[in-house]
Each structure stands twice: as C-alpha cells, then as structure tokens.
Nanobody, 114 residues
C-alpha cells in the first residue's frame, strides 16, 4: 500500500522555524489532497493544513499566517514550512494522504521550548 515518510522535526525555540517533509511511495498528484495533522498528549488529532491535487490550500485558524503547505509533484513530496513557532505548536506531526481512504505516516516530533 501507500507509504508516507515524514522528516524534519526537531527542537526549536519559540519564534524559530522548521520545515517538515513528507515523501510518498507513489505520485501525489493522484491523491485528492495531502495534508498535515498534529497530536499533542491528551489531545485529539487535528488538521493543520492540507493541499489538493489542484493546489488549493486550507489551514487551521491557529496556524494561519505562520505555516505554509506546498507540494513538489516530481519528488512526490509535500512540505510544511513552519515559522514563528510557539510552544503550543508542540506535537507529533503526521502526514496524511487521501484517495480511496486515508493513509498516514509514522509521525515526526516537533518541540517548541524556551
């Protein structure tokens, strides 16, 4: 089945930046959309950002104007550029792809701490 591999997580100070990458095992153009979710301990998994095959984007209110999702079809990769990071952004970030069903990566830890 579809394999999704995330990378780019790490530890940053408030106000810093990180760029997450998600590479799929097949062309991402075939997916209805790809996106990023995050889950903090004790919290429900929430949608952070998504991008459709046509390039339309959608963001959670909490990350608008700070995060940017983009895609590179040739590399089968979707990115999440995260700027002006806050402690509340700390979570495990999961790549998600949708076509006939949802597919998930293993997640990458993002920790924002002073």
């Amino acid at each position: 089945q579809v394999q999704l591999v995330e990378s780019g997580g790490g530890l940053v100070q408030p106000g810093g930046s990180l760029r997450l990458s998600c590479t799929a095992s097949r062309t991402i153009f075939s997916f209805s959309f790809m996106g990023w979710y995050r889950q903090a301990p004790g919290e429900e998994r929430e949608l952070v950002a998504r991008i459709t095959s046509g390039g339309s984007t959608n963001y959670a209110d909490s990350v608008k104007d700070r995060f940017t999702i983009s895609r590179d079809n040739a590399k089968n990769t979707v990115y999440l550029q995260m700027n002006s990071l806050k402690p509340e952004d700390t979570a495990v970030y999961y790549c998600n792809a949708v076509h006939l069903s949802h597919y998930w990566g293993q997640g990458t830890q993002v920790t924002v701490s002073s």
